[in-house]
């Protein structure tokens, strides 16, 4: 469960961002004053900290991202010219599975 500093913190770091202020400590605890909330005296200095050591862009377009880098990396190939003639490849099974029907096939329409 987040805090309402953690909450105040973020909200403010996304306005500075937005607005291409720099974002630091002093600007962060600005706005959490100018929004009448009080909040512990490290959160602006930790979020800040995060902000710099971190890209706010892709902070925000990943959002909701699960999962890590290996979870996502590829199966590594076979190393036989055999096994690679018997073994579809993952991207295979993906266009197998990924066959979608349209409206038509499922004999409704979402407009009806």
């Not at 630091?24 to 004053?33: D, F, P, Q, S, V």
């Not at 902000?51 to 076979?78: I, R, S, W, Y």
Request: hydrophobic share 45%; with cysteine; glycine share 6%.
């Amino acid at each position: 469960m987040s805090s309402i500093g953690e909450l105040a913190c973020t909200y403010a770091c996304l306005i500075l961002h937005d607005d291409g202020i720099p974002i630091n400590a002093e600007k962060i605890g600005t706005l959490i004053k100018a929004a009448n909330l009080k909040v512990e005296s490290y959160w602006p200095s930790l979020f800040a900290k995060l902000c710099q050591k971190m890209n706010v862009d892709e902070l925000v377009m990943n959002v909701g991202v699960g999962g890590t880098a290996a979870a996502t990396a590829a199966a590594p190939a076979p190393t036989t010219g055999q096994d690679a003639a018997a073994a579809p490849s993952a991207n295979d099974k993906k266009k197998e599975e990924v066959k979608e029907e349209s409206d038509d096939e499922l004999m409704f329409s979402l407009f009806d």
